[in-house]
Structure formats: structure tokens, C-alpha cells
């Protein structure tokens, strides 16, 4: 079992910056692929980001050049640096983790994530 935590949403103004963290307990074994994701009410969700255990990201274009996905050498902390923010980048974040058959396309990637966070929100003014 793996236990995901995020935490670092808030209120922001657009072009402002946020840092997501995402805490994770439990087996490492249970998973070789981290990533990001986000739902905005009416919309279905979006992966954004995903990082796998060499550390290799892989973006969704939505984000590419914006937004940055790291983690710490233990692979318990996972982060996502945010910036040039909009109004869009409005939603819930969640933080996941599995064993997905790829760590590559994040949008693909999160039917294949196990663990799933409780999400943090994130709200972009104008």
C-alpha cells in the first residue's frame, strides 16, 4: 500500500507561481511511475505531468516549458514547480503513484496509477 499526501494549493494571481508537494508512505515496490494530474469542475481529468524511477519526465503539452516535476532521492517527495499560471490552471491537483505499463504520456498514464492523493486546489485570478 502506498499513502499519497499533497500539499502546497492556493490563491494566485495570474502569471504567479505555486510548489505542489506530494508526501508518499508505504512500499516502494508498488511503484515505478509518479505523477501529476488535475481536475477542473465540468472538465475530465488531465494528466500534466509524470516522472518514473530513473527520473525521466514526460509532459503534457498543456504545461511543457511551465511546469517542472522532480523528486527527492528516496522517491518519497514529489514536487511540481508551477509558473507563468492562468486562469486555466485552475483545479484540483492530485498526486499518484503505480505500476503503469508506461511512464510516459501522462494522460495515458493515470489509468494505470494505483494510489491516488486527496488533492490540493489550486485557484489561478485574473
Known amino acids: 500500500q502506498v499513502q499519497l499526501e499533497e500539499s502546497g494549493g492556493g490563491s494566485v494571481q495570474t502569471g504567479g507561481s505555486l510548489r505542489l508537494t506530494c508526501t508518499a508512505h508505504?512500499?516502494?515496490?508498488?511503484?515505478?511511475?509518479m505523477g501529476w494530474f488535475r481536475k477542473a469542475p465540468g472538465m475530465q481529468r488531465e494528466g500534466l505531468a509524470v516522472i518514473d524511477s530513473d527520473g525521466r519526465s514526460f509532459y503534457a503539452d498543456s504545461v511543457k516549458g511551465r511546469f517542472t516535476i522532480s523528486q527527492d532521492n528516496a522517491h518519497d517527495t514529489l514536487y511540481l514547480e508551477m509558473t507563468s499560471l492562468k486562469p486555466e490552471d485552475t483545479a484540483t491537483y492530485y498526486c499518484?503513484?503505480?505500476?503503469?505499463?508506461?511512464?510516459?504520456?501522462?494522460?495515458?498514464?493515470?489509468?494505470?496509477?494505483?494510489?491516488w492523493g486527496k488533492g490540493t486546489l489550486v485557484t489561478i485570478s485574473s
Open positions: 499518484a503513484a503505480g505500476l503503469p505499463p508506461s511512464c510516459r504520456t501522462p494522460d495515458l498514464v493515470q489509468y494505470g496509477m494505483d494510489y
Open positions: 508505504g512500499d516502494n515496490h508498488n511503484r515505478n511511475c
